[in-house]
């Protein structure tokens, strides 16, 4: 049975730093590709950050030099750390996992960034 339990949430002041974490579980981790999207309420979800098998690392605009993504395959573990937070960051963080056509979600995990 596939997982994905996306960790590390939480309230934050605006220049704050978080960690998340998704832990996945019931594939073979270290061949698909892992991200994290993001959705605000009222809006759409929206691709934060991705990291291929390899370690290739593709960042959106909006983090990038903010946010950093990296991978333990031997731990199937993903994670997102957040630097510099501003209250534009605050949304339910949700980990994806891809390989070809087929994907898994997390459930997600909200992060407030709020004074």
């Known amino acids: 049975q596939v997982q994905l339990v996306e960790s590390g949430g939480g309230l934050v002041q605006p220049g704050g730093s978080l960690t998340l974490s998704c832990a996945a579980s019931g594939f073979t981790f270290s061949t698909y590709g892992m991200s994290w999207y993001r959705q605000a309420p009222g809006k759409e979800r929206e691709f934060v950050a991705t990291t291929s098998p390899g370690g290739i690392r593709i960042y959106a605009d909006s983090v990038k030099g903010r946010f950093t993504i990296s991978r333990d395959n031997s731990k199937n573990t993903v994670y997102l750390q957040m630097n510099s937070l501003k209250p534009e960051d605050t949304a339910v963080y949700y980990c994806?996992?891809?390989?070809?056509?087929?994907?898994?979600w997390g459930i997600g995990t909200p992060v407030t960034i709020s004074s």
């Open positions: 994806k996992a891809n390989w070809g056509r087929t994907n898994y």
